[in-house]
């Protein structure tokens, strides 16, 4: 079956420092989407990348969806308290049938020191 | 919007016991999706529906687990007989299936634990 790759597992960084994770896989998918999950709660979406190449922004966050269709990655730039949590990603193979399942990455847990 | 409704948020019971979660999705939503999380395997999709009508349930573990949605504002998912390795956190998501960039969006989840 489909799987993601997601490294690092984890990240311990100072307040301030920029971060970068990535996802890779063996199958193509045509969306990536970058999730992140807070204590206690469901995963939440921060950005969507929906065609190769794609490099989107969102405040501090900066995802690219690659050429290859086959991976993706997200940077944080001067990280802050707040980006504490696990982030995932998740590609999807979308069919004219319209939405399909998602494959996640077993996440990257990202600890801010302040 | 009141987002995805997930109840229980918490659930303990004993081995063997049957256990029902529940779920609303958002309004307008006609895709809703089941999924369990854990440390050791993740984020994994058990269920997927459609209009109501189940598409994939090739991640439901075994028959022990069945899911429902009778109508386009409710599902549930049930565990009978419910056995410690169930334990886990399952996640309710719903979508909008016409628009291919519609996001999923999560419930905050039912922490289940058998003992």
């Known amino acids: 079956g489909q799987q993601l790759n997601q490294s690092p597992q984890s990240m311990f960084i100072q307040e301030g420092e920029d971060v970068s994770m990535n996802c890779t896989s063996s199958?193509?998918?045509?969306?990536w989407l970058w999730y992140k999950q807070d204590p206690g709660e469901g995963p939440v979406l921060l950005i969507a990348?929906?065609?190769?190449?794609e490099l989107t922004s969102n405040g501090r966050l900066t995802a690219q969806f690659g050429i290859t269709r086959k991976d993706s990655f997200l940077n944080i730039s001067a990280s802050i308290p707040s980006d504490v949590g696990i982030y995932f990603c998740?590609?999807?193979?979308?069919?004219?049938?319209?939405?399909?399942?998602?494959?996640f990455g077993k996440g990257t847990k990202l600890t801010v020191n302040p | 919007d009141a987002g995805v409704i997930q109840s229980p948020r918490h659930e303990v019971t004993e081995m063997g016991q049957e256990v029902t979660l529940r779920c609303k999705p958002i309004?307008?939503?006609?895709?809703l999706f089941w999924y369990r999380q854990t440390m050791m395997r993740g984020l994994e999709l058990l269920i997927y529906?459609?209009?109501?009508?189940?598409?994939?349930d090739s991640g439901m573990p075994e028959d022990r687990f069945s899911a429902k949605m009778p109508n386009a504002s409710f599902s549930t998912l049930k565990i009978q007989p419910s056995e410690p390795r169930d334990s886990a956190v399952y996640f309710c998501?719903?979508?909008?299936?016409?628009?291919?960039?519609?996001?999923?969006?999560f419930g905050n989840g039912t922490r289940l634990t058998v003992t």
């Open positions: 998501a719903s979508s909008l299936m016409a628009d291919l960039k519609s996001p999923l969006h």
């Open positions: 199958s193509i998918f045509n969306t």
């Open positions: 990348l929906y065609k190769a190449g």
């Open positions: 998740a590609g999807q193979l979308t069919s004219q049938g319209g939405s399909e399942k998602l494959v």
């Open positions: 309004s307008g939503h006609n895709s």
């Open positions: 529906f459609n209009n109501n009508v189940p598409i994939d």
